[in-house]
């Protein structure tokens, strides 16, 4: 089993930044994916960023290149999500997920693809 705790959410204003950290309560060894995602009040879950926890490579949505940079420290057994220039749209709930089934792949946006989840850390941008 392994435990997932996201930080680092807050209110901010628009053009602001933030960095989201997710701590896991163990080592996480290199040949999983781990991934970032969101989820706004009635809308379903969607997929921001994911990394090979091996760090061969780096995945994200269209919408947020260029914006969000997803990082890792495996030292911490901690992943990162830093976002700029924060826009009202980017409120949400911030969830990190472990899937341990096997690295990133071409699916690694859909929900179902993780097995472990965090609580969720809320971001909310005001204009």
């Known amino acids: 089993q392994v435990r997932l705790v996201e930080s680092g959410g807050g209110s901010v204003q628009a053009g602001g930044s933030l960095r989201l950290s997710c701590v896991a309560s163990?080592?996480?060894?290199?040949?999983?994916?781990m991934g970032w995602f969101r989820q706004a009040p009635g809308k379903e879950r969607e997929g921001l960023a994911a990394?090979?926890?091996?760090?061969?490579?780096?995945y994200y949505t269209d919408s947020v290149k260029g914006r969000f940079t997803i990082s890792q420290d495996n030292a911490k057994n901690t992943l990162y999500l830093q976002i700029n220039s924060l826009k009202p749209e980017d409120t949400a709930m911030y969830y990190c997920?472990?899937?341990?089934?096997?690295?990133?792949?071409?699916?690694?946006?859909?929900?179902?693809?993780?097995?472990?989840w965090g609580q969720g850390t809320q971001v909310t941008v005001s204009s």
């Open positions: 997920a472990l899937r341990t089934s096997a690295r990133c792949g071409g699916y690694w946006y859909t929900p179902a693809e993780y097995n472990y």
């Open positions: 990394a090979d926890t091996g760090g061969r490579s780096l």
């Open positions: 163990r080592y996480i060894k290199s040949s999983y994916c």
